[in-house]
């Protein structure tokens, strides 16, 4: 049986591409903690993004109130879309209080109905912070039934919780400190990340 690849956070990761709004990515603790690649990029529970079997997987951690992460996400939507060989999870750290944890979970509900895109594109197309009822209202707006959305959260709750948790702790382990961050292959990225800075990335991961 073939050994899962793992990720040790202090001689595996390199932190690089700090911009504006970064904070810098370095290991915190004396113990040295190993995650596995599939537990980063492809959790059975996450939706997929881009090229569902691309060769490279770019995991992107991030908050829906962040605004280095709305900034930069049309910027790394047009880089997967050129491409065309990349599968983008954007994974769920909601870091900056009860709102974003109320939009990631409604987003991941409205996955289960086709609504996880539109989901995503309303919250991250506005500048900054967001209450509920301007979750609620980006959402309605977008065409995502926020009622069917809700339902859907509650029906698997522990499904969802468990991803949000599962990616919590990847966080943790791998010495986040902020977002957005990147996984890339075998590199953290911190901060905002240019399109040049992508290709760069990627071809390093795929080098």
């Avoid at 903690?33 to 990029?41: G, N, P, R, S, V």
């Avoid at 880089?79 to 994974?91: Q, T």
């Avoid at 912070?129 to 309605?140: A, G, P, Y």
């Avoid at 990616?167 to 382990?173: E, I, L, R, Y």
Wanted: net charge neutral; hydrophobic share 40%.
């Amino acid at each position: 049986m073939k050994e899962p690849t793992m990720i040790n956070r202090r001689s595996f990761l390199t932190t690089t591409g700090l911009g504006a709004g970064a904070l810098l990515v370095l290991p915190t603790r004396s113990r040295a903690e190993t995650l596995t690649a599939d537990a980063i990029f492809r959790d059975p529970d996450q939706p997929v993004l881009g090229n569902p079997d691309g060769d490279i997987t770019i995991a992107e951690f991030f908050d829906y109130q962040c605004p280095f992460c709305k900034k930069d996400h049309p910027i790394v939507e047009s880089f997967v879309k050129r491409d065309g060989k990349i599968r983008l999870v954007m994974k769920d750290w909601p870091i900056f209080g009860p709102p974003s944890l109320y939009a990631s979970q409604l987003v991941l509900g409205a996955s289960t109905f086709g609504g996880y895109r539109k989901g995503l594109e309303a919250l991250m197309d506005t500048p900054g912070r967001l209450t509920d009822d301007e979750i609620d209202k980006l959402l309605t707006d977008a065409g995502v039934d926020l009622a069917k959305a809700k339902a859907a959260y509650n029906a698997e709750k522990t499904r969802w919780d468990g991803l949000l948790a599962r990616t919590s702790g990847q966080a943790t382990a791998l010495g986040l400190r902020g977002t957005p961050a990147f996984v890339i292959g075998h590199v953290i990225y911190s901060g905002l990340m240019d399109d040049d800075a992508l290709t760069k990335a990627v071809a390093k991961a795929r080098a």
